[in-house]
């Protein structure tokens, strides 16, 4: 199992440019979801998914879109990049709503210039 | 508003020893989860342990245990046999569920620096 796979690790954007933070599972999980963590903070919600074709916002949404066409992938979008997204984008995903465990990519470390 | 509260931003501990991160919650919600993850400086979030606020006894895994008294909405992370490797962020979060879905609330932070 490769558990909750993201990619790239790392990336670099200019203000204004496009890019998508790639998320996928194999572990057959309905909810999906994404986080940023900012220097000194926990993370927070950023979109979630509570299975295929079904998304919607979490706290902080503005500037962030997302899809999820398959159980296995939840992309996330960003459209226009500004400084103020730099930061460190999870990815996390559970069976269920209570489970006991929820499973967090690797991360991606995001710098916007 | 519910929110998760950790105390304490850096602690020292002597390797071999044990030491408590504390964190506190507070929700009016009768069901949630408590979930502590540890960050490495490599930066991914490792689970390590999980409360119920329905369990009857409080959550163990290896050296990690969680002191849950729920009356006091206080889930305090004991490590036992400190490691050199334990350095690390540690997190505390709960579960907030709503409806079909649930967010993670994480608290600040505590940065464990153990000591040789």
């Known amino acids: 199992n490769a558990g909750v796979t993201q990619t790239p690790k790392f990336q670099v954007l200019k203000t204004g440019q496009s890019m998508t933070l790639q998320c996928a599972q194999d572990m057959n999980h309905e909810y999906m979801s994404w986080y940023r963590q900012d220097p000194g903070m926990g993370l927070r919600l950023i979109h979630y998914s509570v299975g295929a074709g079904i998304t919607d916002q979490g706290e902080v949404p503005n500037g962030y879109n997302v899809s999820r066409s398959t159980t296995e992938d939840f992309p996330l979008r960003l459209l226009s990049a500004a400084p103020s997204q730099t930061s460190v984008y999870f990815c996390?995903?559970?069976?269920?709503?209570?489970?006991?465990?929820?499973?967090f990519g690797s991360g991606t470390q995001l710098s916007v210039l | 508003a519910q929110k998760i509260t950790q105390t304490q931003p850096g602690m020292f501990v002597q390797e071999k020893e044990a030491v408590t991160l504390d964190c506190t919650y507070d929700?009016?919600?009768?069901?949630?989860?408590l979930f502590w993850y540890k960050q490495p400086s490599s930066g991914e979030m490792i689970f390590l342990i999980y409360?119920?606020?329905?369990?009857?006894q409080n959550a163990t895994e290896g050296r990690y245990s969680l002191n849950f008294q729920k009356a006091r909405k206080s889930a305090n992370l004991v490590i036992s046999a400190s490691q050199l490797g334990d350095s690390a962020m540690y997190f505390c979060?709960?579960?907030?569920?709503?409806?079909?879905?649930?967010?993670?609330?994480f608290g600040s932070g505590t940065r464990l620096l153990v000591r040789p």
């Open positions: 979060a709960m579960r907030e569920v709503m409806d079909s879905s649930y967010k993670l609330i």
């Open positions: 409360q119920g606020s329905y369990d009857q």
């Open positions: 929700t009016s919600d009768p069901s949630y989860g």
């Open positions: 996390a995903s559970s069976y269920g709503i209570r489970d006991r465990e929820v499973f």
